[in-house]
């Protein structure tokens, strides 16, 4: 468990070293940048007061057994969607770096023409 947190926490707070590769990269504003640390953990505040209502009316045990296998479950049907969000993302770039390049080329032939 400890080491589950620590990966978790890690991959959390990994976004604000890397915000300035992530402004450029997918041209975000920093305003959209700094929402990115507070958007991981809103999954956990807003699920917060339900499970533990729920876990209170029902108890730990009945609620901790089924709850794992959902978690992983859920956490396996999100892994293709996030590799089709990659994928697209991927490609994207690449398009957009092939367009990048053919408008340089002809930027940079007007350049020396000066």
Request: hydrophobic residues 45%; positive net charge; charged residues 20%.
């Amino acid at each position: 468990m400890t080491v589950a947190h620590a990966l978790g926490a890690l991959t959390a707070l990994a976004v604000a070293p890397l915000a300035p590769f992530l402004l450029e990269s997918l041209e975000l504003t920093r305003v959209q940048a700094g929402l990115f640390l507070p958007a991981v953990y809103l999954g956990g505040v807003l699920m917060a007061l339900p499970a533990g209502w729920f876990t209170d009316r029902l108890g730990v045990r009945r609620v901790d057994r089924p709850g794992q296998p959902l978690v992983g479950v859920a956490a396996q049907q999100q892994q293709p969607a996030a590799r089709r969000r990659l994928g697209a993302r991927f490609a994207h770039a690449v398009r957009s770096q092939r367009e990048g390049d053919s408008g340089e080329s002809g930027s940079s032939g007007s350049s020396t023409d000066r």
